[in-house]
């Protein structure tokens, strides 16, 4: 299956994992692995129909190192739907935001892995890997109530969960940033939950090096240029709550 270097600087690794349901019915997810220092991370590792291939792919991608966490960025089962399988098939510790994590375990968490799901606190918190400190970062309501991204210093990159998703487009890298709006718009203004929730966090982000940000679904954003393009987007976006008064009225038969 396909792998994309995303940065590459002695023992630190990141790599998309892009696509390992192709042909299936379900929505295009993709994985992201850190290999930090003798140790891994993957984000967002996704549903059973793909956790065999992935996996397998990232047992090979760790070149044996140890993989120490699973990040679930948040609740949907495109992201945690298989999460009692990694933890009874490795020593990983998974974090997940400390709303989801009595609804997880409806996905089939086993008595005897329980104890190494973690809650995130809403503030976020430091994960260190391989000697190197991952931030996971606030971004609730977007579109989770209980969300984080995960930003690597090393790399220079911001693990941004489904915003920043896009759907349809044939590249895997955003060539221009003004023709990747059609692949992207749509799924924001329905998804994202309001221009509220937006700004503060562009504020957030704003004061980090990000080189790239890497989101779960669609393409990647690459380049300093086209990830300020990205974040001046989000910051004007009117989306989810802002759009949406004019549905809330009582249907009519027919």
Known sequence: MPNTILFESGDHRNILLEDFATGDLAVQANQHVIVAGGEGMILDPGGHKVYNKVLSETTSLLRGANLRYLFLSHQDPDIVAAVNGWLMTTDADAYVSALWTRFVPHFGLDHLVADRLHAIPD???????????????????????GNFH???????TLYSGDLGASLGMPYIMVPDFDAHLQYMAGFHKRYM????????????????EIDVIAPQHGA?????????????????????VDLMADIYKIPSKG
Request: proline share 4%.
């Open 123 to 145: 503030e976020g918190m430091v994960l260190e890997l391989g000697g190197v400190d991952l931030l996971v970062l606030p971004a609730h309501f977007l579109h989770a109530c």
């Open 150 to 156: 995960l930003y690597d210093p090393v790399a220079k």
């Open 193 to 208: 939950v309001s221009n509220a929730a937006l700004r503060p966090w562009v504020k957030m982000v704003r004061q980090l």
């Open 220 to 240: 990647q954003f690459k380049g300093k240029e086209i990830c300020s393009r990205f974040l001046d987007w989000c910051e004007d976006l009117a989306c989810g």
